[in-house]
């Protein structure tokens, strides 16, 4: 819902727009505009049903919701600006707009618009031609695990810009970031005149970009206008200031007329983004219960070193009460021996056990004893305990 808030106070931002900087107002207003007018150039309109359905030969919106939340984890990982991800999901939806694929598809899909992104996204283009900037497309399918050849991306990659029509280095989409960064720099300089001194700190950008990431992932967000999800979680954020709630509404409310914004659709996209915020907030807050399954080929188990060879039992450490009670000394058993364990990473993985623990060595031939082995005589039993006697000659008696 709407926040609350004077109305005789609207009338006061009004007047603080025409009494500011003409030249500040120009510069902030000729961009927002500009991004408006090209916002329903590239608004996704998705038709997808919530859940698949048994013959499963169609996309649902929860599968198109797990392919965003990959994306937003290759963002994480090469550590790259959240404007390559909120133009691949754009690239993501938009395409799924226009074309009917399947789910079997939807990874290869995902993988080939965030490649899309990368080398086309302004402001990281630029230093395309360093070979770690934009991500080799045989690690992109290998850490997404989308189950696909560099060549099915490539080959997506055309299909991709074919059917949208259009090229990405001229103009790049117009996404929920690039108004969220509009308007928020409107809205600061809206209630910056009207705002008591001194005057709280608004919200940061990074943790507005941040949340405003979780809400593109739902695909119950992506029916709304970018401008929509914007004002609606700008006012869930700068309406938490009590103290200076009727200001921030006046506020929101001009942009909200400058947007196009009726007030019904506004309060539903503020209900959707707030449902998504309590829930992301409910997750941070409870705990992690994810468990992680290591998935090992019989190639890999057998270059492991068995460990679970091992085990040691070392004496307990007791803990002294006290100085006056003398030091404790363990003793040192040959078998824990530290170097056995310390050891580089190449050395466990060339580790040989017949080196450390060679075979015993042959009896000598002079200690053996001249008996027949049990293969010449079977029928004889031999003493298994005492040696044969022998005479001494000097004393004639059996030693």
Known sequence: MACAGGVGVEGGAGAAVGGANNKSSRDLLTPLLEALALEHKYQPSLALPLTAKQDGGEISMKMRNGSAHVLRCLKVWYDLPPDTFFNAVNIMDRFLTRMKAQPKHLSCIAVSAFHLSCQFTPGYSHMRDVPQVVPDTRDLTTISQCKCSSGDVSRMERIILDKLATDLRCQPPITPLTLLRLLYAALTHLACPL???????PPALTTLIHKLEIVECDAAAATYRPAELALALLALEFCQDLANKHIHHACINHLQNICKVTYETFDQCQKVVGELMDQYENQRHSPHRQRLVWKLSNRTLRQLRPTDKFTTRLPTIVEM???????????????????????????????????????????????KSPRKSPSQAPHKKNSSFLPYPQLSRKHNRIA
Do not use: T
């Open 195 to 201: 705002l008591p001194s001194p005057a709280p700190l």
């Open 321 to 367: 009460q006290g100085p006056s009670h003398p030091p404790i000394i363990r003793p040192r058993m040959d078998s824990e021996s530290s170097e056995m364990y310390i050891s580089s990473s190449e050395e466990e993985m060339d580790y040989d056990y017949d080196e450390e623990f060679p075979p015993l060595p042959a009896p000598a031939a002079s200690l």
